[in-house]
């Protein structure tokens, strides 16, 4: 979904001119499964995804033509980014935390703890750039929208995508035929 | 032309390439090796997506929209209500480091932060906080981990500001710090209530010690304890008329309003 294109609901353009509600239905969801993806923390993601509508609302962009969803991808990114660099978390960030399954069967438990883990290492095996650009894409970014939030050349995004999509196909099948490295 | 490269094979199955994608496009639909990368690139996409969906939960989205919708109206009065995680005074660095914003209700970061504030000494515990009725802004109310403070800060304004902490326990002591920036602010305990109107942030009921929080740079500033004036900041300079313990450039503690208080000092 591009919620600055066609089709969008609002014009993410100004936190001055915008409805938070409004604002929140269109970003939090997509924040949150973001920032969930990239941490593995569902507590950790909703903590980001608040704090990205916190500091749009202290010193979000103003004036035309600023995105505001680009924005708090970009906001949240870097917060990721300072957590895992200050070493916090980083357990967190590299391993995840398997989630409970709705279904009270403990083979079943198991068995989605071991696929989480799979995907998990996988994920922890691409740079963090790598990751952050194929979830970014999952979540509908385009390319110039990508190369804002990471700091990237537009140019750059597709060979970054290919290639990143490419190791984690490799790297995730590994891991599910147990010859992987990590975990 | 030649091969297209990977990069530009994703493009075009993206819709995103630019330049020669006219050339690269008729290319591909000709070129088996490259008919075969973008077959597995698709594949590939597959396995991302659905590999990912395994990691998905639900959002908690009704808690999150009511803190947002709260910091969002609580911004439009100029008025923020903090909690912040105090297991002792070493926190306020970590509070410092995540920035302001990192302090407030539903506290984004707070979670990201809490293994550092654990670290700290805090003692994880529910906390709440509880709002006058019809008055100020609503406090968050919800739980989190650490041992926390509660609070709410404003803007000192040209006319200036007085600070009110009523119903101060009479062993409690009240500190005043010097910050920077233009917000006062008063923090203590949950259960602490707070009402604010035009000029005015009041405490009620701390049940626990009072820190205020006093902008260096900003307007006229009074603070009343328990209906008596501990301290008087104007153009002219700084009246202390409670009862001092002790002082330092940065900060001023008094002792519990039972105590006997000190002559009037003046300074700056």
Known sequence: ?183 | MGHPDEGMIRALLDEEATGEKEDARTHLATCPRCEEEAAEQTADLQVLAEALALLDTDPPVQAARARILEEAQARRKGVRMIRRSLPRAASFAVLITAGAAAALPGSPVRQWLADGWRSLGGTPGPVATEALEGVGEPPYEGTVEGTERVGATLPVGQGGLELHVRDLSPLASLTILLVEGTRAGVFSEEGTRFRTEDGRLEALGPPGDVTLEIPSGAGPITVVVNGEVYLRRTAGGLQILGPVQTRTPAEIRFGPSGSRPNPPDSGG
């Open chain 1, 1 to 183: 979904m591009h919620l600055t294109g066609p089709g969008s609901r609002l014009e993410l353009n100004d936190v001055d001119q915008v409805d938070i509600n409004a604002l929140f239905d269109e970003v939090y969801e997509p924040l949150y499964r973001y920032c969930h993806r990239l941490t593995g923390d569902p507590d950790a993601a909703d903590d980001l995804a608040q704090e990205a509508f916190v500091r749009l609302l202290d010193r979000g962009p103003r004036g035309p033509n600023r995105g505001l969803r680009v924005w708090m991808f970009r906001v949240a990114t870097n917060l990721i980014r300072d957590a895992a660099r200050q070493g916090q978390n980083r357990r967190r960030i590299l391993a995840g935390t398997p989630q409970p399954d709705p279904v009270p069967s403990a083979e079943r438990e198991m068995e989605r703890s071991e696929e989480i883990r799979e995907v998990r290492a996988a994920l922890d095996q691409l740079a963090p750039r790598d990751r952050e650009v194929l979830l970014l894409r999952q979540e509908g970014f385009s390319y110039r929208e990508i190369a804002q939030v990471v700091n990237v050349a537009p140019t750059s995004v597709g060979t970054l995508l290919a290639r990143s999509l490419k190791r984690f196909a490799s790297v995730y099948t590994k891991e599910k035929q147990g010859n992987g490295t990590s975990g």
